[in-house]
C-alpha cells in the first residue's frame, strides 16, 4: 500500500520501544531488540520506492551511559521482487565510528553495490559496546538515488534532515542526494 513500514526481530525490555522509533525523529531515548544473537532492525520502504544507496547514516540510541553502541553490524538490502534474499551491502566489524555518547552519530558510504533495494536492514552480528547483543538504535538514514520498483530513475534536488542531531556527514557528489529520513 506504499507505506513506509519499520520492524525489528523481538522488542527490548523498555515499555515504549516500538520499531518506528528505528527510523522516527524523536528524541525518546529507548529503541532497542532484547539481549539475544543476531538481533536485527528493518525499513520497507513500500511499493514502488527503492534506493540505489550510496551513503547511510546511524544514530544511537539515548540510553544514558551510552554502553550499547553498535560495534559488531551489517547493513543489508533486499529488492521488491517477492523470494528476493537478504544482500550483505556492507560489514562492520568491531566499528568504533559511533561515539559512546547519548544519540552519536555516523555515517559511512557504500562501495560497489548498483542494485537499488526496497528493504534495509541493520543486522547484528556481534557484540555491542557493552559487550551483549542488545541492538539499540533510533535514527537511520539512506541517501542516493531514488529508483520506483519499474526502473524509472529521478534524483530529488532537496534535503530534509531529522531535526536535533549532530550533522551526518553528508554527500556531496553530483548523484547523490538525501533520499529519505524518515518518521
Known amino acids: 500500500d506504499g507505506k513506509v513500514v519499520a520492524a525489528m526481530s523481538n ?3 523498555a515499555p515504549d520501544t516500538v520499531p518506528h522509533k528505528f527510523v522516527g525523529r524523536s528524541n525518546d531515548n529507548y529503541s532497542r531488540t532484547k539481549d539475544e544473537p543476531n538481533s536485527w532492525m528493518s525499513v520497507d520502504l513500500g511499493e514502488g520506492r ?3 544507496a550510496t551513503h547511510y547514516c546511524l544514530r544511537a540510541d539515548g540510553q544514558a551511559d551510552s554502553k550499547y553502541v553498535l560495534r559488531n ?3 543489508e538490502g ?3 521482487e517477492p523470494g528476493a534474499d537478504w544482500v550483505q551491502i556492507r560489514r562492520h566489524d568491531n566499528d568504533e565510528t ?3 555518547e547519548k544519540h552519536s552519530v555516523g555515517a559511512w558510504p557504500i562501495e560497489g ?3 537499488a533495494f526496497r528493504h534495509f536492514r541493520i543486522h547484528q552480528h556481534g557484540k555491542n559496546a557493552k559487550p551483549n547483543n542488545e541492538l539499540m538504535c533510533c535514527g537511520f538514514e539512506v541517501y542516493g538515488v531514488v529508483a520506483s520498483t519499474l526502473q524509472l530513475r529521478c534524483a530529488f534536488s532537496f534535503e530534509q534532515r531529522i531535526h536535533d542531531l549532530a550533522p551526518c556527514r553528508r ?3 553530483p548523484r547523490d542526494a538525501l533520499v529519505l529520513s524518515f518518521g
Open 113 to 115: 553495490e548498483a542494485r
Open 78 to 80: 533486499k529488492a521488491a
Open 171 to 173: 554527500p556531496r557528489g
Open 73 to 75: 553490524w551489517t547493513l
Open 50 to 52: 527503492a534506493v540505489v
Open 98 to 100: 559511533l561515539a559512546q
Open 11 to 13: 522488542k527490548g525490555n
